[in-house]
């Protein structure tokens, strides 16, 4: 493991508890979906896209839903 990737992680989830806390959602949930988009390619996450991961948190859609839905999306994008 690269020496600087547990600072990183640690920062990521200590962001991830606290957008959680601010938006009242699952912490779990919110790093579920980064996670889950991060192994399947997606790392470049902006203010908006993170906003729209917790609005499909908050309207009930489940993880995988969403990182599928994040998928299609960013395989769009290459295809046209």
């Given at each position: 493991m690269p020496e600087n990737a547990l600072p990183n992680l640690e920062r990521l989830k200590t962001s991830i508890r606290d957008i959680s806390e601010i938006f009242d959602i699952n912490p779990e949930t919110l790093y579920s979906v980064m996670l889950g988009c991060a192994a399947r390619g997606k790392s470049n996450w902006t203010r908006e896209g993170v906003?729209?991961?917790?609005?499909?948190?908050?309207?009930?859609?489940?993880?995988?839903?969403?990182?599928?839905?994040?998928?299609?999306?960013?395989?769009?994008?290459?295809?046209?």
């Amino acid at each position: 493991m690269p020496e600087n990737a547990l600072p990183n992680l640690e920062r990521l989830k200590t962001s991830i508890r606290d957008i959680s806390e601010i938006f009242d959602i699952n912490p779990e949930t919110l790093y579920s979906v980064m996670l889950g988009c991060a192994a399947r390619g997606k790392s470049n996450w902006t203010r908006e896209g993170v906003v729209e991961v917790i609005l499909m948190i908050k309207n009930g859609l489940e993880p995988r839903q969403i990182i599928e839905g994040m998928m299609r999306e960013k395989a769009q994008k290459y295809l046209h």
